[in-house]
């Protein structure tokens, strides 16, 4: 019995221990974090296409639901989790494993955010940084390995702005253009200074604008 109840705590206490650690995951990747825009300044699309877009970290909270025991005793069945659901957590997943890389590939210059929400790769030349970790950190990243991060990336954002359409009853695929412009808009305000971005009319910029936390 004592060895029965002491093992019903501790898979419950691992299955909260899994789903705090994959919230603190959805939270650093959220693409909202660091928007400067306040609600009121966002147009109604932007509104709807964050709102959804935030909302699919409660789908990839249920998705990483373990088969567990409450503290009652009582076995918790597995919900049941569509393709959909599934490869939209496995798109966070890899944006949020990827992001220090694609932010230090900001850094080098090497991509830059294009206007339909994806990264765009451009020649890698030899950074100018002082760091020496940063220094061997770009040695050492073959052309491979990069352009594999940034296909990686580039495919789930592809993911999550299908997905952003499939959950909100608003949205047709006709409004894809438009939601892949407010990606592209949301992701150049969350670029660090220096970074490269795209304004709507095609031209590439260095971004200027700092990042703040939302108000």
């Not at 030349?125 to 100018?128: L, V």
């Not at 009319?201 to 910029?205: C, E, K, L, S, V």
């Given at each position: 019995m004592k060895n029965s109840l002491l093992g019903?705590?501790?898979a419950f206490i691992?299955?909260?221990a899994?789903?705090?650690?994959l919230g603190f995951l959805?939270?650093?990747c959220?693409?909202?974090k660091v928007d400067v825009n306040v609600v009121s300044e966002r147009t109604s699309l932007e509104n709807q296409v964050l709102g959804t877009y935030n909302s699919l970290s409660e789908d990839m909270l249920l998705v990483a639901s373990v088969r567990g025991v409450s503290p009652g005793g009582k076995i918790d069945a597995a919900p049941?989790?569509?393709p959909e659901q599934l490869d939209a957590t496995r798109a966070l997943e890899t944006i949020a494993f990827h992001a220090d890389d694609v932010e230090t590939f900001k850094k080098f210059g090497w991509i830059g955010e294009n206007n339909e929400g994806l990264l765009t790769p451009f020649t890698r030349?030899?950074?100018?940084v002082t760091s020496e970790e940063l220094k061997s950190f770009a040695a050492n990243y073959s052309a491979a390995e990069f352009q594999q991060v940034v296909q990686e990336v580039n495919q789930a954002r592809e993911v999550l702005m299908m997905r952003v359409v499939q959950t909100n009853e608003n949205f047709t695929i006709k409004d894809l253009p438009a939601i892949r412009k407010v990606f592209a808009k949301i992701n150049r305000q969350n670029s660090a200074p220096g970074a490269k971005v795209q304004e709507a009319?095609?031209?590439?910029?260095t971004n200027l604008t700092t990042p703040q936390p939302p108000p």
């Open positions: 019903a705590v501790k691992t299955r909260r899994l789903l705090f650690s959805v939270s650093a959220t693409l909202a049941r989790h569509t030349e030899t950074p100018k009319d095609g031209r590439w910029i």
